[in-house]
């Protein structure tokens, strides 16, 4: 008798089915894309660069602060170790470390008599670790928002590269230096002849820097092995209540709310395995980047559950109404079967079991419309796929069950509390 | 009776008769528009309230003063460039360097506008309050760590022209000499002294607020420091200035730090202006902002003995890069002797993630007015293909196909245009729902979308009426009637 109706029907069961993947396909895509977002806004941020900075103990005193009256040299004596800095990978939280970079400066003078800093980092420093994993880390994508004005970015895993700098607009100019120059560099332990490899726009302080590998900077200052900060880019969980607490006294937390604390990817708790791996050290927060982050954070996937929520509603509106035309519409037909002498019970299942099926076989293709959908967006906003959760598919199903059921009851309900001879003779529908 | 009134009534005589049905296509064409209005307003304040979301972020434009410093008439001028609602925050700065009195050691004084850094930076996080009086300043978190001041402690800050500063001098009598090193936990310990007529050492301070009180604040003691009055320049110990008991280190650190002191300026140099402050805030932003001492401009003027002048005045502006461009090109025009400059850093990272985010919204934006619009179009057939046997009625009555078409069209664009009102009302409503909870600020209208709303939610309907119209006016009537 069902299939019957879904083979004679086929126009109207065809339909139903159409509508259903539709709403199961928004759903889907939908309920994907909010789930993921987050992680896909937070890797955007990214190009804010570092949200945290490793620095060593004992340097309270900024050399910033001395500049002024020491005429640049760095106050801080107390040192990080270059060869721990990767162990910033092996930490609980390793996979959210986007990047990192170690940073010394030494001042250093220029053939023209004046004074720079040089700041001596990595640029994209290949780097194999104890896990067996292998990256590259260093300022070429934490400096995102850098134009290269002249020549190009200093390129690590390239030997003749090893004796060039990159300098700064401002200073290019006020030197006069062109890519592809060559000049000297006088430090406080060694002269270094280098070829200026490119000239930046950072659009800050750094204008007035040179910026070179790390060890070149080491040879100058006498400080081979040793790093004055790291900066690090890690993906990271708005902060909360817990996490707060957490920043002002880990130890002050009950040993719960430690592990949920300490096993949460928030910025504290991954700035304090930082400092559990890297001896000697203090690794910070910065608000500017961390905070602003979280905001924007919470701000977009909020706006997402609402919007989710909106075609939520919508489409399940629109599934149930069009059951609910769809069993009106076959009034005539219930009549008819009542007056043969079937019960309402009988009736009931018929209809359910029919538009049920309907519903499945648009539930299941609009799953499949859905991951389309979601991946569409995915490409073409983040150029990366979207996640699919198997989670969603219970959900989906359970969500146009529901509606297919709520939209039918209480039609077929109301039909079958109408007199057959009245329905069948159609005066009244 | 008029054809036009006859059309009008059997119109409305049908949607008032079949009154269930014409609901069930009336709420799809109504759930349709909503979502319509409704997305469509939050795509088009999406960049707007997003772009004030990354104001967060801090300035994303510096005025910095061609030469010297700039006054606040020429700031002012620069700022009425651009229209006053887009300014979020304007924060003048000027910095000095200051001398701590007590530990001797220099900082980077800034004198703002409190209001407006709170604007400007709101990642700013202050322990205890931003400075509300005079005489108070905003600690950064490394100085306190530094100094070892904590909420409320009064410091004392001198500030010197830059002339009169002058370190490394030559150890004469009348010299001032500082010192300093390592104490418990390598916290320092500073020393102060200066030299009398035989080169001996006289007035000595020391501070030993960063060791633990009990222990090596003892030291601090005139009863302990007595000992190395008096004794010959340059200083090494002896057994007569053995360690302090129970403060073992602290006491060492103070002889090496008397040992090691330098001059600082002769005493008849020294014209500086003190004045003692009281610590309301510490600030933290992981930031070069922990090394700075922040306190109001008439605070600054007042130590400084300047007039208020500015060395930068940091900008946040809720505009697009290009926007910022045409600000930052129109104050260079106005020649004011400043020069503004665009913060890379912040607008870049913004345009990019900015973008994104807009294209994410475009996307889904899309992907849901499709299906919706898809779904309201079966809906809508349902509706008119449930009434095949009313059509074929017509058709027997005599009327033509024309007429059939143009009464069934215009019940459904009658429908759309009700449903595209109510719809455009609760689309509304839904955006300002979701501003209000996402952004905490309510949505602009947009006039516009109310008859666009319409336009779309007519077409559609019209658009999915015409094909089940088309079908039941070319079947033969007495089939349908018959029910086939």
């Not at chain 1, 910070?284 to 919470?298: K, T, W």
């Not at chain 2, 930052?328 to 665009?342: F, V, Y």
């Not at chain 2, 009313?390 to 033509?400: F, P, T, Y």
Request: with cysteine; proline share 3%.
């Amino acid at each position: 008798m069902i299939k019957g109706v879904l083979i004679r029907q086929r126009g109207k069961m065809l339909l139903i089915a159409f509508t259903i993947a539709l709403g199961a396909s928004l759903a889907t895509s939908m309920i994907n894309v909010m789930l993921d977002v987050g992680d896909k806004v937070a890797q955007e941020l990214k190009t804010y660069g570092a949200n945290i900075v490793v620095k060593p103990q004992d340097s309270t005193l900024l050399a910033d602060i001395y500049d002024v009256e020491d005429g640049g040299e760095a106050i801080a004596s107390a040192y990080l170790n270059e060869d721990e800095v990767g162990r910033i990978k092996t930490i609980f939280w390793a996979f959210n470390i986007v990047d990192f970079s170690p940073f010394i400066t030494s001042s250093v003078s220029l053939p023209s008599g004046a004074e720079a800093t040089a700041v001596g980092t990595w640029f994209n420093h290949h780097l194999d670790l104890p896990t067996g994993e292998s990256l590259d880390a260093g300022v070429v994508s934490l400096r995102s928002w850098w134009d290269i004005l002249e020549g190009a970015w200093i390129d690590e895993q390239n030997p003749e590269d090893a004796h060039t700098v990159m300098v700064g607009t401002l200073l290019a100019q006020q030197e006069g230096l062109h890519a592809g120059d060559t000049l000297k560099l006088t430090g406080k332990a060694a002269v270094e002849e280098v070829t200026v490899a490119g000239i930046f726009d950072a659009g800050g302080d750094e204008d007035m820097e040179i910026y070179a590998p790390l060890d070149m900077v080491q040879r100058l200052s006498d400080t081979e092995g040793k790093i004055a900060s790291i900066e690090v880019s890690a993906l990271t969980t708005p902060d909360n209540d817990l996490a707060r607490r957490a920043a002002q006294n880990p130890r002050a937390l009950s040993s719960k709310d430690y592990e949920t604390w300490y096993c949460t990817a928030y910025v504290s708790a991954i700035c304090y395995q930082i400092t559990e791996v890297i001896t000697g050290s203090v690794a910070s927060a910065v608000r500017q980047v961390a905070d602003s982050e979280g905001a924007i954070l919470d701000k977009t996937q909020l706006l997402m559950i609402l919007i989710t929520a909106l075609s939520l509603i919508g489409s399940a509106l629109g599934i149930s109404n069009l059951v609910t035309a769809s069993v009106m519409e076959r009034s005539q037909e219930i009549g008819l079967l009542k007056a043969i002498g079937a019960h309402d019970r009988a009736i009931t299942g018929v209809f359910m079991a029919e538009i049920l099926l309907t519903a499945l076989v648009g539930g299941v293709a609009g799953y499949f419309m859905g991951f389309g959908f979601a991946q569409l967006i995915g490409h073409s906003v983040f150029s990366s796929a979207i996640e699919m959760k198997p989670l969603v598919i219970p959900v989906v199903a359970v969500l146009i069950t529901l509606v297919t059921v709520a939209g039918s009851m209480p039609a077929i309900r109301m039909v079958l509390r109408l007199d057959p001879a009245e329905v069948l003779h159609g005066s009244k529908a | 009776m008029t054809r036009r009134k006859m059309f009008l009534r059997m119109i409305t005589a049908s949607l008032l008769r079949r009154r269930s049905r014409m609901l069930v296509a009336l709420l799809s064409i109504g759930i349709g528009a909503t979502i319509l209005s409704g997305l469509v307003t939050i795509y088009y304040d999406v960049p707007r309230q997003m772009g004030a979301q990354f104001r967060s972020y801090g300035a994303n434009m510096i005025l910095v003063p061609e030469e010297g410093s700039m006054t606040e008439e020429q700031a002012q001028q620069a700022l009425e460039s651009i229209p006053a609602a887009q300014v979020i925050g304007a924060a003048p700065y000027r910095y000095v360097n200051v001398q701590m009195v007590r530990s001797q050691l220099s900082f980077v004084a800034a004198g703002t506008d409190f209001t407006q850094v709170q604007a400007t930076s709101p990642y700013f996080s202050v322990e205890g309050s931003y400075p509300s009086g005079v005489r108070q300043v905003l600690l950064g978190k490394e100085i306190a760590q530094t100094i070892g001041a904590k909420l409320n402690s009064v410091i004392e800050i001198t500030y010197r022209p830059s002339e009169a500063s002058a370190s490394g001098g030559k150890a004469a009598p009348g010299a001032t000499l500082v010192g300093s090193a390592e104490g418990f936990s390598t916290y320092p310990v500073y020393v102060t002294y200066t030299l009398d007529q035989d080169m001996k050492i006289s007035n000595l301070t020391v501070n030993v607020d960063t060791q633990t009180a009990e222990y090596g604040g003892r030291c601090a003691d005139e009863l302990y420091l007595k000992r190395f009055l008096g004794r010959d320049y340059p200083f090494t110990g002896d057994e007569s200035t053995d360690v302090l008991s129970g403060a073992t280190i602290t006491s060492k650190a103070i002889m090496e730090a008397i040992a090691g002191a330098e001059v600082t300026e002769n005493v008849t140099a020294a014209t500086g202006n003190t004045m003692s402050m009281q610590v309301t805030g510490i600030l933290d932003t992981g930031g070069k902002e922990e090394s700075y001492i922040f306190m109001s401009l008439d605070d600054m003027a007042a130590l400084t003995g300047q007039p208020q002048v500015y060395d930068v005045m940091e900008m946040s502006v809720s505009a697009s890069a290009e926007e910022l461009d045409s600000f930052k090109t129109a104050i260079e025009e106005r020649h004011l002797g400043i020069t503004p400059r665009l913060v890379k850093r912040i607008t870049n990272s913004e345009t990019a993630v900015l973008s994104k985010l807009q294209a994410l919204v475009f996307l889904v934006t899309a992907v849901v007015l499709v299906l919706t619009m898809i779904c309201v179009s079966t809906t809508m057939m349902a509706v008119v293909t449930e009434r095949r046997k009313e059509i074929g009625l017509r058709k027997a009555l005599g009327a033509s196909d024309d007429s059939i078409r143009v009464e069934f069209l215009g019940e459904g664009m009658f429908l759309g245009a009700l449903g595209g009102i109510l719809g455009s009302l609760l689309g509304f409503g839904f955006a300002q729902i979701v501003s209000v909870n996402v952004f905490g600020s309510s949505i602009t209208f947009q006039p516009l979308l109310l008859p666009l709303t319409i336009v779309v939610s007519m077409l559609i309907s019209a658009l999915s009426c015409l094909w089940p119209i088309k079908r039941a006016v070319q079947i033969d009537p007495a089939l349908v009637l018959k029910g086939e």
